[in-house]
Every structure is written in structure tokens, then in C-alpha cells.
């Protein structure tokens, strides 16, 4: 079945460290991936996606992400995080043609000052 | 930016009441869907919904459950007797095509049934 899978579940780091968070996709043919973004008491907003093309892609709020087919992957990374990026990050896929994209279990992100 | 408006923010309802949330998704999107999250839990697909039918739905979205597009911007989730479980915030989602290709979420309705 198709999946997306984040294995870190809950992450603490300091201001200024650098960020990698996992995820594992599990989709035959074509995958588009994403990364969403939940601050505490707020909806769901897309930080990147990759469809094709470059494999590192570039997101918003100085995020990016690489897809790495030989290793089903789409981690999410940020090379120094700020206090304001405390969230839930979910990784999410789907095999195109608009059907519906499938969430991981997210992980929860907690920067202290 | 274009947004996805959801409405209400919060509802509470009683057990057993029937319960319609409200979304109005980008106006050029063609595709619609509805998820909802448990407290605490992952975001888990309901319906989407294209060319006004239901294009896949999930093992959760039983006869309880309907939506429709009346007049062409609202896109609605119909809960038709409301039960404890079904305490969740529900996200509403529109797809748009091409570069747009992607999901984007409204700010949810939170509902409380108690």
C-alpha cells in the first residue's frame, strides 16, 4: 500500500542548530512528495514539493528538501533553526492524478531559545 | 494568496445531531478534498470529490457521511448523526493543476461532539 512513513516523532533542539527531519515513502511508479507545516492552533501549510526535476528543492521559510529515489526518501532540512519554528511537520505523498496525498504521523518540532 | 475558507472555526454539537461544515476552496481548483485529525493523531484522508462526484473516499467516510457542491463555490462535509469519534478538526483541501498542482488546506473546523 502507498505510505509515507516519519520516524522521529518528537525532536528538541537548541536556536541555531541545523535541522534533518526524516521521511520514507513507499509508492511503485510516480511519487509527488510534500511538506507540511502546522504551528500550534493552525491549519496545515505547504512548506515544499517535488514533482521532478532538480531532486533538492527549495521551500519557503528557508527549508528545502532532498528526494533520494535509491533510498525512498524525502528528508526535510533547515540549516539553523529560530524559536518560531516550533511545529508539527508532516511529510505527505501522493501518485498524481489528484486523488488524495497521504500523511505521515508527523513530528513534532521544539526549538528552545 | 489564494485561500481556502472553512467555516465554522469550532463547532459543538450534540450526539446523534447532524452537522454541515462549510468550505469555500480557490476559486480555479477542480479538485476538492476532506481530512480530518483526531486530537493528537495524523491527518487521515475522508473524500475527494471532482467533475461533482466522489472520486475516492477512505473506510471512514461510511453512510454517515455526504458532500456535496451546491452552487458551485461551497464544497460542504455532511455528518448525519454525529457520534463522540467523530470529535476532530476537518480540514478542507482544493487542488489546482499544472505549477499549482498541490493541496492547499483551509484553517479547519474544530468539532466537538459531546
Known amino acids: 500500500a502507498q505510505s509515507v512513513s516519519q520516524h522521529n516523532h518528537h525532536v528538541i533542539l537548541s536556536e541555531a542548530a541545523s535541522l534533518e527531519l526524516g521521511c520514507n515513502y513507499s509508492y511503485g511508479g510516480t511519487v509527488n512528495l510534500f511538506w507540511y507545516v502546522q504551528y500550534p492552533g493552525q491549519h496545515l501549510q505547504l512548506l515544499l514539493k517535488?514533482?521532478?526535476?532538480?531532486?533538492l528543492v527549495k521551500g519557503i521559510k528557508g527549508f528545502e528538501a532532498e528526494f533520494i529515489k535509491s533510498k525512498f526518501s524525502f528528508n526535510l532540512r533547515k540549516p539553523s533553526v529560530q524559536w518560531s519554528d516550533t511545529a508539527e511537520y508532516f511529510c505527505a505523498g501522493d501518485s498524481g492524478g489528484y486523488q488524495k496525498v497521504t500523511f505521515g504521523t508527523g513530528t513534532k518540532l521544539q526549538v528552545i531559545p | 494568496e489564494p485561500e481556502v475558507t472553512q467555516t465554522p472555526s469550532h463547532q459543538v454539537t450534540q450526539m446523534g445531531q447532524e452537522v454541515i461544515l462549510r468550505c469555500v476552496p480557490i476559486s480555479n481548483h477542480l479538485y476538492f478534498y476532506w481530512y480530518r485529525q483526531i486530537l493528537g493523531q495524523k491527518v487521515e484522508f475522508l473524500v475527494s470529490?471532482?467533475?461533482?462526484?466522489?472520486?475516492?473516499k477512505s473506510e471512514i467516510f461510511d453512510d454517515q457521511f455526504s458532500v456535496e457542491r451546491p452552487d458551485g463555490s461551497n464544497f460542504t462535509l455532511k455528518i448525519r448523526s454525529t457520534k463522540l469519534e467523530d470529535s476532530a478538526m476537518y480540514f478542507c483541501a482544493s487542488g489546482g493543476r499544472g505549477e499549482d498542482y498541490g493541496y492547499t488546506f483551509g484553517s479547519g473546523t474544530r468539532l466537538t461532539v459531546v
Open positions: 470529490f471532482y467533475n461533482n462526484e466522489i472520486s475516492e
Open positions: 517535488y514533482f521532478s526535476g532538480d531532486p
